[in-house]
């Protein structure tokens, strides 16, 4: 695909403008966006959302610029010891184009859905590509960004060792898999994760049956009432936080006494995560993050 | 007494008349905004001064290399776009107040915004594959049809009143925002958050691309502004008067409306809901140059086109590096100035 | 003649306790559906036989009983707040949404979180009268300026534009503290979900007290609904009237917003309809909007609950789909210039 495009590109005598930066010749990219002409192995990569950040990192690449999914509150704590230096550029929601534009970067990865209004802006920065979203498809994501940063055989053996794992899970957890309940508490907001979400995704990989309304086709239950309490039960709940505690539903779910009926409430099979992980994250080192929480609670708990 | 100016230019069948301060009042308006554009397009992560921006501007190289984009590609066409929003939120408010003679009606007050957030959210909503490119358009098309049924229903007994073109409005903007709610509920969360962001008021990251989708509404329905004055003076006069005067009341305060939707629209469908604009431009254009609206549009466009300029310019500067919307800084300055207008206007 | 029947101080008196009863069949939908599945057996024996360790028993009691029970406080209160200041400022389009009361108590709800860090919820109650107070006094004000006094139209103009300005500051506060305010935001849409019980008792009897001054006004309000000159020449203190009233507003306003947010336009459609039947005697459309008004809140919310399910809709958001056209409808065929 690859060597398709780019005979295409240099029979049309490779145009664009392409900024500078990065070692050896230029490649070309097709994604959601279109082709980009991209440097060999970009270094100085600016990432615009999480997913992007977890790819980039697993990769091997400590991007030079990302954003905050909120302002303030800084990178997934997951990912601290690969984000010291890395320069903060604003929010997912409003990127600072000037900051980005100051650290020169030589490719810039985020996705049609967050960023396509200043797709124009961003790719005369730097080579830009775009996946078509985020969260669900973050494997096919991880492809994109991999071939965009020129580091695909480290994605290869970045997914074979996933699938590895995987499968040693699958194999531990034996013939009878406990239902997992996954429980996210926002501010004024609980929801209740379905499969089309990256926590899905990993979910259904390790083998692991969800709860019957959350085993559907779908993101998420968004603002449920207190009266959805039952739909959270499972044989194991996982829940996370996101944004200040005192702020969120955490307290007004959990003090209910539906909360404290649920079977693995009274069992003490309820834990709570870490929302950078499992939600915020989208990614392959996210993921393995995801799978030591499984392995420690539903193996070894 | 007032002293005029008459204007005739030489080969058209018009001549209009101008109070003899208008230019004066144009230039100094007009000099006050390229100051707060030149310091816009300087203020930023790089700092560029202010004859660096000039030389940029003008395309003489000048300082630093990356200059020519910071300033070309990102601050210029934003800086560009403030303005155009300004010049056309001011121009459809100063109609809409001669229309409606309420000192206090502005395009937001008859439900072009909602319309405009609620046909935006709905496309999203309803159609998700489709590309933030079209937004505008729906913006557009959600404000012409809700200032549309505002004016049909306002219509009883050949004729809409200006009253009843207000307290339909507010009915609709409650309408309106009550289904952009549920839209809501319905939709993609990030692709809905995306939306919301683009509606709130911001000029954040606007382009060329934006600029030029809306220099054409500017070029039709500007002129066809100016060239109602007369007509809204005589509306203004009350409709008995206008139609004594030979007016065809309706049919002019039809057209007017369509020229004021379009503008609002066009406006609000490329920067979101940047408040009060409307409301403050025509006023503080009415104190500089009076109620004539042949000085007035001109000089509510100038003074719509700066407010949001410097607005801008305030709301990067302000809370620095968190950015602050615009439309916000707008609100912010506009609302006391509403509540000073609600006594002013006791008399109404 | 059924209305004439109807009209007439014995129907209804005989109204009063048929509106009870119906409005006692909305408590029970109220109770009997909501987002999760329980039969009507488990129902009645989680009032009959509570079992603690019961699911279906446990929604019943602690979610829609509390629930059900502000929705119909909060639209009672709500209704009557509208009924009188419909009267008192003979302007048919008056409504604690439309004249920027709701607006005026959330602003102060979101500047107190903000300013003062309050945390608890209910600090929210006296920020949220002293909200309600200011803009009622701010929008009489404003719309009784200038020349031929208060007129219906400036007072709705006021009204609105004082929306439109406490809440791009409630917007603006919002979007300085994203982060810190996202339950506020919730709150804003105006809501019976999940409402604190304990807060709401301790704004019971703040709008009990509401009530209970508003229904004694009846006949004076009436008087006053003929003109302040005929009142006045009736010999009624008109000061003193208006004054207490408006007390009674702040209360039921401001106790509704704190408990639920801001609602508009339950005390806009409700006085109206309630004249259809009961006349214009404002000691029969005070208690009959108070019936009507908590009928509207909890019927609205059940629906609120219904049509999404599992999610839910504000309530706030269902009533203004049905009160927006009805306000439309009155601005078009029913005021007069």
Redesign the interface.
Known sequence: MVLLAAALLAACGGAGDTGGGGSGEARTVQHAMGETEVPERPERVVVLDTGELDSAITLGVTPVGAVEAVEGLGYPSYLDEHTQGVENVGTIEEPNLERIAALEPDLILSSKLRHEAIYDELSQIAPTVFTETTGVTWKENFEVHAEALGREEEAERVVSEYEARMREFREALGEDPPEVSVVRFLPGDTRIYQKESFIGTVLEDAGLPRPEAQDVEDFAMLNVSREAIPEMGGDVIFYTVYGPEDETTLDEITSDPLWRQLEAVREGRAYRVSDDLWMLGIGYTAANGVIDDLERYILEG | MRRWIVVRPPGLPVSFRLGARVPAVLLALTLVTLAGMVLNVGY???PISPPDVVRTVLGIEAGDG?YG??VN??RLPRVLVAFAVGVALAVAGAILQGITR?P?AAP??VGVNAGAGLAAVTLIVALPAV???YLPFAAFGGALVVATLVYL??W?GGGA?P??L???G???A??A???T??MI??G????V??AL??L?GSV??R?W?ELFALLPWLALFLPLAFAGARQLNALNLGDDVARSLGGRVELQRLSLIVVCVALAGAAVATAGAI??VGLMAPHIARRLVGPSHEGLIPVAAMTGGMLVVLADLVGRAA?S?????CG?IT??I??PY??YL??R???? | MGVRVWRSGYGRLLGLPVGVVALGGCLVLSVRFGAAEISTAEVIRAFTDFDDRSTGHLIVQTIRVPRALIAACVGAALAVAGAIMQGLTRNPLADPGILGINAGAALAVVAGVFLFGIGSIGVYALFAFLGAAVTAVVVYGLGSLGRGGMTPLKLTVAGAALTALFSSLTTAILILNERTLEEVRFWLAGSVAGRDLELFLRLLPYMGVGLVVALSLGRQITTLNLGEDIARGLGQRTGWVKALAALAVVLLAGGAVAAAGPIGFVGLVIPHVVRFFAGADYRWILPYSAICGAMLLVLSDVAARLVLRPQELPVGVMIALLGAPFFIYLARWKVKR
């Open positions: 930023g992560e790089y990356n984009f910071i590609t990102l309420n206090l937001e007050i590309s933030v490119a229903i306002s009883k009143s009253i009843r207000i307290l339909v507010i009915g609709f409650a309408m925002t009550a289904l709610t549920i509920t319905f993609e969360i990030y692709a958050q995306q962001v683009w709130s954040y990251a382009g691309a408040g009060f809370f590096p968190i950015e602050i919307p916000l609100s912010a506009g609302a509403f509540l609600l006594y206007s006791r008399n109404l």
